[in-house]
Antibody, heavy 121, light 107 residues
Framework: EVQLVESGGGLLQPGGSLRLSCAAS????????MTWVRQAPGKGLEWVSS????????YYADSVKGRFTISRDNSKNTLYLQMNSLRAEDTAIYYC??????????????WGQGTLVTVSS | DIQMTQSPSSLSASVGDRVTITCQAS??????LNWYQQKPGKAPKLLIY???DLETGVPSRFSGSGSGTDFTFTISSLQPEDIATYYC?????????FGGGTKVEIK
């Protein structure tokens, strides 16, 4: 059974930094694209970033490009999202997800429970 | 970016009713469309991928159809446990984009 467990969320001030982690189990981690999707309070879903199985290629939404960095440690079956220069509009629940595919960013077929990031002064 | 327009934004129906949600893409996305269900306080769950393929373990009362720019999601017989918000999502091009969601309630 696929399991994804996010951690690292919290409350911080604008301009701050935070690193989210997502521990994966139940599948061959290094085979699949992994993705972060966020959801602002009471709002819809927004794709944030994805990374290929080998970690060689990454993709970002324009809203986070240059501020967020996605990475993975395939030896630890863990996905990361380093978030810098945080803004109030980054406040959201951040979900990590496993894609159905290994190279293309398409379909999150398994989701973590999410971790809440609140950016407020 | 490809815009996904979902309608209605909310609906109320009775148990056993047929429920239909539509999703329109701003450009041709072939069949590169997914449907997700999100129950309150929970993570989304994949129901339909490639516009019409049912994810393993998902009840057969859920179905999807369409291609190009116009897509439909149907619950053939609404059950109490189907109370949720449903989202369409395209993957023809990055960024992945989602529809605004349809909140389904029981009348």
């Amino acid at each position: 059974e696929v399991q994804l467990v996010e951690s690292g969320g919290g409350l911080l001030q604008p301009g701050g930094s935070l690193r989210l982690s997502c521990a994966a189990s139940g599948f061959t981690f290094n085979t699949y694209v992994m993705t972060w999707v966020r959801q602002a309070p009471g709002k819809g879903l927004e794709w944030v970033s994805s990374i290929r199985g080998s970690g060689d290629i990454t993709y970002y939404a324009d809203s986070v490009k240059g501020r967020f960095t996605i990475s993975r440690d395939n030896s630890k079956n863990t996905l990361y999202l380093q978030m810098n220069s945080l803004r109030a509009e980054d406040t959201a629940i951040y979900y990590c997800g496993k894609d159905r595919r290994s190279r293309a960013v398409t379909t999150v077929d398994s989701w973590g429970q999410g971790t809440l990031v609140t950016v407020s002064s | 970016d490809i815009q996904m327009t979902q309608s209605p934004s909310s609906l109320s129906a009775s148990v056993g009713d047929r429920v239909t949600i539509t999703c329109q893409a701003s450009q041709d996305i072939t069949n590169y469309l997914n449907w997700y269900q999100q129950k309150p306080g929970k993570a989304p769950k994949l129901l339909i991928y490639d516009a019409s393929d049912l994810e393993t373990g998902v009840p057969s009362r859920f179905s999807g159809s369409g291609s190009g720019t116009d897509f439909t999601f149907t619950i053939s017989s609404l059950q109490p446990e189907d109370i949720a918000t449903y989202y369409c999502q395209q993957y023809d091009n990055l960024p992945l984009t989602f529809g605004g969601g349809t909140k389904v309630e029981i009348k």
